[in-house]
């Protein structure tokens, strides 16, 4: 399939939907999936087989070359549902955008426009039942890309599966959450995968989150490799401060460049404050903190969307931030992009991508 030939999305549906076992006033989040998946296969130097398809098992070969090497990344982005019944995903051209720079970073090839969001919004229409209307609800939309050669050796695979899959989700975090200064291990390194979206970036977060849910928090602050002194991310979302009145974000390519987090500083912008991307010391934070400066700190990103931090521990320290409810910039942001999302509000960004 070359670049100028069209491509085709053959859909089968599946023969037994599961959509009445699902209890859309208690969902867990990415536990339920929904009854069809996007399968495409890059072989030869060119993508083949897209199709929609019923969510099932996948055969794979045990010499596979991502189970070995790692070549496997994703993208996460929401669906969502007005009162009218119209499907809309918030900015998901930005995802795919991002998702063919994880690509290229990893050695992998580029997925198509016409496959990655004209396969989206298919499915999406495929499976348009599945997306809650409870207002705090979406569709939890994960395409991802892995190496399927099947041999060892460390190079780049010669052939590639991607996938779109879906399931129904409430809040990701239902309260504010407390973050630990992780000060030993590392994230992310200059040169290295910080800014894409891969799996061995969240599998090395694993134990030292642990370790901080140990100690009673919540999630991990990630600072710098080279001297633990600057604030990059929260464990599995970006970061933004209110410091005075200047909206901050840590800034650089070992940071998730979040499509949530660049929405909010886009607003910030319109909305008149003043917004900048730039380095944050733990010792600017903490300074802020105690001076009563920093008025406001929220984790942000798509399956968190925003979420309030109340307490951050530094040096077996910990640092409370001022109540939720009078933080004005982050609550605005948050009924905003609420509004926007849910079809409540003008979309006059075109942020919102209409399912027909």
Not at 21 to 35: A, H, P, R, T, Y
């Amino acid at each position: 399939m070359s670049a100028t030939e069209q491509i085709s999305i053959r859909v089968e549906p599946t023969k037994t939907s599961r959509l009445s076992q699902v209890d859309f006033n208690n969902l867990k989040f990415g536990q339920i999936m929904s009854d069809h998946m996007l399968v495409a296969n890059y072989e030869n130097g060119q993508w083949t087989d897209v199709a929609i398809v019923p969510y099932g098992d996948l055969t794979l070969s045990p010499s596979m070359s991502a189970l070995h090497y790692g070549q496997a990344i994703f993208e996460g982005i929401k669906g969502y549902k007005f009162a009218d019944g119209t499907v809309s995903i918030f900015r998901p051209d930005k995802n795919w955008e991002r998702f063919n720079k994880s690509a290229a970073r990893l050695q992998m090839p580029e997925v198509p426009e016409e496959i990655f969001m004209d396969g989206l919004t298919k499915l999406l229409d495929v499976d348009r039942e599945w997306i809650p209307s409870i207002e705090g609800t979406a569709l939890y939309i994960r395409p991802f890309m892995f190496a399927t050669e099947a041999a060892l050796g460390v190079h780049p695979s010669i052939s590639y599966k991607f996938i779109i899959i879906t399931c129904p989700v409430g809040a990701y975090y239902s309260k504010p959450i407390s973050l630990k200064v992780e000060t030993h291990y590392t994230r992310a390194a200059e040169g290295g995968v910080g800014f894409s979206k891969n799996a061995g970036n969240y599998a090395l977060s694993l134990y030292p989150t642990q370790l901080a849910n140990n100690e009673g928090y919540d999630q991990i602050m990630w600072t710098d490799a080279n001297e633990h002194k600057y604030i990059e991310e929260a464990g599995t979302a970006n970061l933004i401060f209110r410091i005075g009145d200047t909206i901050i974000t840590p800034h650089g390519d070992t940071i998730l460049h979040g499509v949530t987090r660049r929405t909010i500083m886009e607003l910030a912008e319109e909305w008149g404050y003043k917004a900048e991307q730039r380095k944050v010391s733990v010792q600017e934070l903490i300074d802020g903190i105690k001076a009563g400066t920093v008025t406001e700190a929220f984790a942000a990103g798509t399956a968190a969307t925003i979420t309030h931090i109340d307490r951050i521990g530094f040096e077996g320290q910990d640092y409370t931030l001022p109540p939720v409810e009078g933080r004005e910039f982050s609550l605005k942001v948050l009924f905003y992009l609420n509004d926007l999302r849910y079809g409540k509000r003008e979309d006059t960004h075109g942020w919102n991508l209409i399912v027909k």
